[in-house]
């Protein structure tokens, strides 16, 4: 119930609400890439994507070459097959143009098997289908995973979704975050919209 008019008089006040100092870097970093114009929605994505990693936790360590970031495809799916090779063309530019020692490979996903070694996989739109076993082998492998596909992000398949058509907007799905054994900054959760 709400105090009446003249409570509010009496009522002492309070220092106004400051969000912490590393949410507001957070906001910088991430935002940063949507100042600039004339970029693809799928470079931005990247960009994000490189900027967001910072703030998780649990990774396995990265060799000497550093990280490495697998983009499933489905090869009979003609959509998945386009959208990982241009992800994975975005990536490796970006990688470059930011000086950060990550590489792409793309992974069919009927050889997923072979590729334990990745520290993150991108999973694009159209691969519906395989969710589950790109799940599972991400949790036996303990592998990151994130996509540009909401519906992936929804499924218990992706921890992290990226959207930057209109903005930044980034979906983090709790559940798969904690069941894949990993976990973000506290700050990060008040920039994602948690599912």
Known sequence: MLPASNDLEHTPSRM????????????????????????????????VFFNARHFIRGMKAAGSTGAVVGVAYDETNTVSATEAKAFLARLRSTASQMNVSLHGRLIEISGLEDHADVHYIYVPHGVDKHYQKIYDFALRNRIFTFSTDA???????????????????IYLNQRTLRALGFDVDAAFKYMVKQL
Do not use: F, Q
């Open 16 to 47: 106004p609400v400051r969000p912490p100092r590393a949410l507001l870097v957070i906001v910088a970093v991430l935002c940063a890439c949507e100042a600039a114009s004339g970029e693809s929605p799928l470079h931005r994505d990247t960009e």
């Open 151 to 169: 519906a992936a992000v929804k499924a218990p398949c992706c921890i992290l979704g990226l959207n930057t058509r209109s903005g930044v907007e």
